[in-house]
């Protein structure tokens, strides 16, 4: 059993940057693929972004790419989504989830690869 506590979130306002962090109790976090989905009021969840064990290796969705940038730091234990330039549709709880099931980047967005989810961080952009 692995838990996921999500931490970071918060106001912020259009334009502005902020970093959301997650921190896995496992000791071997190095071999997680690891993700981040959000979930905004009224909406399904939706993918975000996604990082390979090893950290060489990322994935984002379209509407994030360019602004927002997933890592991860294995001697830590924690996978980080930084959010530049935010917009108030990115207003959501934020989630992350982390898997040791065999995947390749193009499988990072399926819910269904990710064993293990956080409870979520709320981030709200104001406009």
């Known amino acids: 059993q692995v838990q996921l506590v999500e931490s970071g979130g918060g106001l912020v306002q259009a334009g502005d940057s902020l970093r959301i962090s997650c921190t896995a109790s496992t000791r071997t976090f190095s071999r997680y693929t690891m993700g981040w989905f959000r979930q905004a009021p009224g909406k399904e969840r939706e993918f975000v972004a996604g990082i390979s064990s090893s950290g060489g290796t990322t994935y984002h969705a379209a509407s994030v790419k360019g602004r927002f940038t997933i890592s991860r730091d294995n001697a830590k234990n924690a996978v980080y989504l930084q959010m530049n330039k935010m917009k108030p549709e990115d207003t959501a709880v934020y989630y992350c989830?982390?898997?040791?099931?065999?995947?390749?980047?193009?499988?990072?967005?399926?819910?269904?690869?990710?064993?293990?989810w956080g409870q979520g961080t709320q981030v709200t952009v104001s406009s």
């Open positions: 989830a982390s898997t040791q099931r065999y995947s390749i980047p193009g499988d990072y967005d399926r819910q269904s690869l990710y064993d293990y």
